[in-house]
């Protein structure tokens, strides 16, 4: 499994626990460190021509959703509510999914391509 898709894995748990637990905040910044991690890596391999605008939407998606977890992560420990931080990071994690999702996507047709479709 690749780091990013460990890491929402990781994530969607850590938000399915007990939000009133004292460690809850600080399970969710280390989480979202880890997600931060993920989507600062090493990207995939040069996409084909006919694939590169794709490439380059995913690759702007990954950088909004980097600072969106950044943003979040450094008022998890003092700054917002529980309630909002599980909104707020609910949220995240859908958008973080479906990135994930068009990378596998975006994979699916460079593979298609090089086997010769499905004709």
């Given amino acids: 499994m690749a780091p ?16 009133t637990a004292p460690e809850w905040r ?3 910044r280390r989480r979202l460190s880890e997600v931060k991690d993920a989507l600062s890596g090493p990207q995939a391999r ?7 605008a794709r490439a380059s939407s995913s690759n ?5 959703l ?5 943003t979040l992560a450094s008022g998890v ?3 917002l509510d529980a309630e909002s931080i599980l909104q707020e990071t609910r949220r ?15 994979v699916y047709d460079s593979v298609s391509l090089e086997l010769g479709g499905s004709e």
């Fill in 77 to 79: 420990l003092d700054k």
């Fill in 66 to 70: 980097h600072a969106r977890a950044t």
């Fill in 46 to 52: 040069q996409a084909d021509a006919w694939l590169a």
């Fill in 92 to 106: 995240l994690l859908t958008d973080l999914e479906h990135h994930v999702q068009r990378l596998h996507d975006l």
């Fill in 4 to 19: 990013l898709e460990t890491a929402v894995n990781e994530l969607r748990q850590i938000l399915a626990a007990d939000s």
């Fill in 60 to 64: 702007r998606v990954r950088h909004q």
């Fill in 26 to 28: 600080w399970n969710v």
